[in-house]
Nanobody
Framework: QVQLVESGGGLVQAGGSLRLSCAASGRRFSINAMGWYRQAPGNERELVARSTNGGSTVYADSVKGRFTISRDNAKNTVYLQMNSLKPEDTAVYYC???????????????WGQGSQVTVSA
């Protein structure tokens, strides 16, 4: 089983910055892609940013130019640098990883525990 542990998040004023981190741990696995999703109250979970091993990166239109996803593959860690934050960015942010478990001989999709990001006006 691959576990994701998130850190970062918190309360910030509009225009401020926050950085989220997410580290994957487990035995005998490889990761194909990592990303961040968010869910605001009353809304469905939505993709924020995603990065694949092939170098492909996707951002939601609402965060382009403000958020940056990066990865440290040696540490199985993904980061989300969030700049110029807006009140509408307020949500619980979830880390996501997709890959292969060599213990279970199957693919996996894992989620982090969620990190609250609150942006005040």
């Amino acid at each position: 089983q691959v576990q994701l542990v998130e850190s970062g998040g918190g309360l910030v004023q509009a225009g401020g910055s926050l950085r989220l981190s997410c580290a994957a741990s487990g035995r005998r696995f490889s990761i194909n892609a990592m990303g961040w999703y968010r869910q605001a109250p009353g809304n469905e979970r939505e993709l924020v940013a995603r990065s694949t091993n092939g170098g492909s990166t996707v951002y939601a239109d609402s965060v382009k130019g403000r958020f940056t996803i990066s990865r440290d593959n040696a540490k199985n860690t993904v980061y989300l640098q969030m700049n110029s934050l807006k009140p509408e960015d307020t949500a619980v942010y979830y880390c996501n990883a997709e890959g292969t478990s060599y213990l279970a001989f199957r693919s996996f999709v894992s989620w982090g525990q969620g990190s609250q990001v609150t942006v005040s006006a």
